[in-house]
């Protein structure tokens, strides 16, 4: 068993523009996968599951060496002819405090997704389509096709903000204002995912592989 959660921002800007990724694109791509039938959502600071299941996947020692140790321990479970089950219920976990606490530690995993689900990856962007869109706007100009569309991407953007803090995420404390930014870097991570096969992680430097499994390089 799993579940969503929603960010709570602190007083730091990173930690605002993480709650703005956590709510905005976290919360409504996990909603939209499993309404087209994908169960393969796993996050890793909400799993349950009862040990005989934990120790029949291997334990915890499984995911010493990967990445993506939430997606590994639920596709795991799934082998076992078992299913993954999202509960209604929906706690708060912050944004991070800091640079590195909010935006470096999240980039550093979507960095390395393509190496997990490169097909899932790729489709990703089709989700970060204000900054496309906009910037389709810019290259078209002045087809109104394309001013259409960009105006069209513009409130469904803000309107999946609003529905957001409609939910309950208002009391939570995150800026309307931040989404241009927000968005441009989930862009900028998103590229990078497919340009580079390294994490640093505590001072290491890892090589991703396929599957997301690790190798320390250097020692």
């Known amino acids: 068993m799993t579940c969503l959660y929603r960010g709570r921002a602190g007083t730091g ?12 694109w976290y919360f409504p791509a996990v909603l939209i996968s499993l309404a087209l039938g994908d169960r393969s959502f796993a996050s890793g600071v909400t799993i349950a599951l009862r040990r005989q299941t934990l120790e029949a996947i291997g334990g915890l020692q499984v995911t010493a060496d990967h990445v993506a140790d939430d997606w590994l321990i639920g596709e795991r479970v799934r082998r076992l002819g078992l299913k993954t089950v999202l509960s209604r219920s929906c706690p ?17 995993l979507d960095a390395n997704d393509p190496r997990v689900a490169p097909l899932g990856y790729a489709f990703m962007g089709f989700s970060i389509f204000l900054p496309i869109a906009l910037l389709g706007v810019l290259l078209a100009w002045p087809s ?34 931040l989404i241009p930014p927000r968005d441009g870097l989930l862009v900028a991570v998103w590229v990078a995912g ?8 505590r001072g290491r430097r890892y090589r991703v592989r396929g599957g997301g499994a690790l190798r320390l390089l250097g020692g």
């Open 13 to 24: 800007l990173w930690s605002r523009v993480a709650t703005l990724f956590i709510n905005d």
């Open 194 to 201: 497919f340009l580079g096969r390294g994490i640093t992680w």
């Open 144 to 177: 109104p096709w394309a001013l259409g569309l960009g105006i069209l991407a513009l409130v469904n953007r803000v309107g999946i903000h609003w529905v957001q803090r409609r939910r309950g995420a208002a009391r939570l404390g995150y800026d309307w204002i």
């Open 92 to 108: 708060d976990r912050s944004g991070g405090r800091g640079f590195s606490g909010s935006r470096a530690s999240r980039a550093a």
